[in-house]
């Protein structure tokens, strides 16, 4: 991985930690069970950017990338269900 790659890798989990803390504030104000969620799905999506930034490039083929991926995006479908469901 060059070192663009590396940096682009970094501000991307740096986002996404942003995001995690932001929704997480929400659900600690509202106790609403889809800031929750996508909390934790950010915090998947931090984990999987920092790990991918630490590793080759070719690395990102590797099975556990797309686990964590599929995990973030079931966690803000269930979201979106559960919000959706209660109307």
């Not at 060059?2 to 991307?12: M, Q």
């Not at 991918?52 to 599929?70: H, I, K, M, Q, W």
């Not at 079931?74 to 559960?82: G, N, P, Q, V, Y």
Request: net charge positive; no cysteine.
């Amino acid at each position: 991985m060059n070192n663009l790659s590396a940096v682009l890798s970094g501000a991307v989990a740096m986002a996404s930690f942003a995001t995690s803390l932001f929704f997480m504030k929400f659900w600690r104000q509202t106790s609403d069970i889809f800031f929750l969620l996508f909390g934790l799905a950010f915090a998947i999506d931090t984990i999987s950017r920092a790990a991918l930034g630490f590793t080759e490039a070719s690395n990102e083929l590797e099975p556990v990338f797309y686990v964590l991926r599929l995990a973030m995006f079931a966690l803000i479908i269930a979201a979106i269900t559960l919000k959706n469901r209660f109307r």
